[in-house]
């Protein structure tokens, strides 16, 4: 049974940190692209980040680019999502997903998904 388990989430200041975790269990970490995406109140789910299956290649929305930094620690089966600068537009629930081997920036690309953690950014 594959898991995906976030971590991280709270209340913070804008231009604050805070650093999101996905910790994974039931699948074959190391084969699998991992994904950040974010739903914020009234909107549609979307993508926020990406990391190959390797570590070596990294994505990230233009919302974000610069601010975050999705990074893998294979050996721990754990993706994380560092997060600087933050704007109340960052405000959402915050589910990293995982697709097998392949690129994918849509949700409907990935195949198991973490419940959510919500992040939320006061002015």
């Known amino acids: 049974q594959v898991q995906l388990v976030e971590s991280g989430g709270g209340l913070v200041q804008a231009g604050g940190s805070l650093r999101l975790s996905c910790a994974a269990s039931?699948?074959?970490?190391?084969?699998?692209?991992m994904g950040w995406f974010r739903q914020g109140p009234g909107k549609e789910r979307e993508f926020v980040a990406a990391i190959s299956w390797t570590g070596g290649r990294t994505d990230y929305a233009e919302s974000v680019k610069g601010r975050f930094t999705i990074s893998r620690d294979n050996s721990k089966n754990t993706v994380y999502l560092q997060m600087n600068s933050l704007k109340p537009a960052d405000t959402a629930v915050y589910y990293c997903?995982?697709?097998?081997?392949?690129?994918?920036?849509?949700?409907?690309?990935?195949?198991?998904w973490g419940q959510g953690t919500q992040v939320t950014v006061s002015s």
């Open positions: 039931g699948l074959t970490f190391s084969t699998y692209h």
């Open positions: 997903a995982a697709k097998f081997r392949s690129r994918g920036y849509r949700t409907v690309e990935y195949d198991y």
